[in-house]
């Protein structure tokens, strides 16, 4: 009965800045998924620091992050605030058992009697798979079209009831199978208890609906972001939604899992202009490059075929030159011809008379050719000339007696 009274006292004891700091009050996870909480407050608070802390009692709250604390990779804990939207967020990851307990949102006053404004919920951490999960924690959609959220429970939750509520506002709850309004856009809300799916269809979406939800499941608030975009294309508002089920009924994951809402990116088409251009230049640079590469390769491939038939028509006439004296040299040059002189003596009459020689008349004469391959005589110096072996003998005159 203690500790059922101790449950209970934060609900009775009066919680300063109710009216001006808000969130959801109760929520469930599986192990090792991670959440988000959206923490709403008034536009007076726009500049000032918000906090996240643990505890059950105020007093002893532990802080865990600080709008004015830096971020790490390593923390477990994120938070991020959006003045614009009077919104501050919370995501915690790779939540146990140990996390479950009660959180404070906080609002930094920095008054010695003015206690800061603040409002706490309650986090449980299970290792139950049936627990109830959004299978997309964050939607979006065109204006004028429509956009569908699906969250999915296990067996014990499918008699409990079901509520699709505007974050921060308690009396924006609609119970399923009731149609109504969300901001300005019609809502749908059906409970397919057999399947263990609880959808809602917003359409005729406005800028003015964009903001946080929650799927209200046995009183377990479950944080949805809805993100409206301007059409950029000429979709209608029925190609619209298949596209946005298309996302949405992807495969649920193992368990819960939620994340920030993803920043506006405008600049997006700019930036993606941008980044062709460069690609584009860099192309054409590197065309550029292969071009000039190309043209050097075929002028020194040119250059050498030049030089290198300039070459041959050299050897060419070298070896023309060579050729002609080779052909005079195969001549009988008149060096290499050995005349032989014939000379006549006159002899006494008293022996001509006295011995007659019947063959006195005719003079013979021999001519031979010089051998030109007999080895030099010493280094450097001339071949001696040697008689050819073949005679040639003719008849050079007669002399009449």
């Known amino acids: 009965m203690a500790a059922a009274l101790l449950l209970l006292l934060p609900l009775l004891s009066p919680l300063p800045g109710a009216d001006t700091v808000s969130t959801l009050r109760e929520t469930i996870v599986q192990r090792g998924a991670s959440v988000t909480i959206p923490c709403h407050y008034e536009k007076k608070y726009k500049r000032h620091v918000k906090y996240w802390c643990s505890g059950y009692h105020w007093d002893n709250c532990k802080f865990l992050k600080r709008t004015d604390s830096p971020i790490t990779d390593s923390d477990k804990v994120s938070i991020s605030d959006d003045p614009s939207q009077g919104v501050f967020t919370v995501s915690m990851w790779r939540l146990e058992t140990g996390d479950s307990g009660w ?45 569908s959220v699906q969250c999915r429970y296990g067996n014990p939750y499918r008699s409990r009831q079901k509520q699709w509520c505007r974050s921060g506002d308690w009396s924006s709850c609609q119970t399923a199978g009731s149609p109504g309004t969300a901001g300005h856009g019609s809502v749908l809300i059906t409970d397919h208890t057999a399947e263990g799916l ?20 046995s009183d377990q608030q479950l944080p949805v972001y809805l993100k409206v975009t301007e059409a950029k294309t000429t979709a209608t508002p029925a190609t619209t939604s298949q596209q946005t089920s298309s996302a949405v009924h992807t495969a649920p994951p193992t368990g819960q899992s939620s994340s920030l809402p ?140």
């Not at 706490?120 to 951490?125: A, W």
């Not at 609880?198 to 799927?215: A, I, K, M, N």
Request: hydrophobic residues 35%; proline residues 5%.
């Open 103 to 147: 959180y404070w949102c906080a609002v930094e006053i920095k008054g010695y009697e003015t206690p800061d404004d603040r409002v706490y919920l309650y986090l449980t951490v299970t290792e139950d798979a049936g627990v109830p999960y959004v299978v997309n924690p964050t939607v979006t959609g065109q204006i004028g079209g429509e956009v």
């Open 262 to 401: 993803p920043e506006d990116k405008d600049n997006g088409d700019e930036g993606g202009e941008k980044h062709n251009a460069n690609s584009g230049q860099i192309l054409l640079r590197l065309l550029i490059a292969c071009g000039l590469v190309l043209l050097l390769g075929a002028a020194v491939i040119v250059a050498w075929k030049m030089w290198r038939r300039k070459k041959e028509r050299r050897r060419n006439e070298e070896d023309a030159e060579q050729g002609q004296i080779n052909s005079m040299d195969s001549t009988l040059p008149v060096s290499d011809v050995l005349y032989a002189a014939v000379s006549f003596q006159k002899k006494a009459l008293q022996q001509e008379e006295a011995a007659p020689d019947p063959d006195s008349g005719v003079t013979y004469s021999s001519l031979c050719f010089l051998d030109n391959t007999a080895a030099p005589s010493r280094p450097g110096g001339v071949g001696r000339a040697k008689l050819s072996d073949t005679a040639v003998y003719s008849a050079v005159a007669h002399r009449p007696r």
């Open 198 to 217: 609880f959808s809602v269809t917003v359409s005729g979406l406005r800028p003015e609906d964009q903001g946080w939800y929650w799927c209200d499941i």
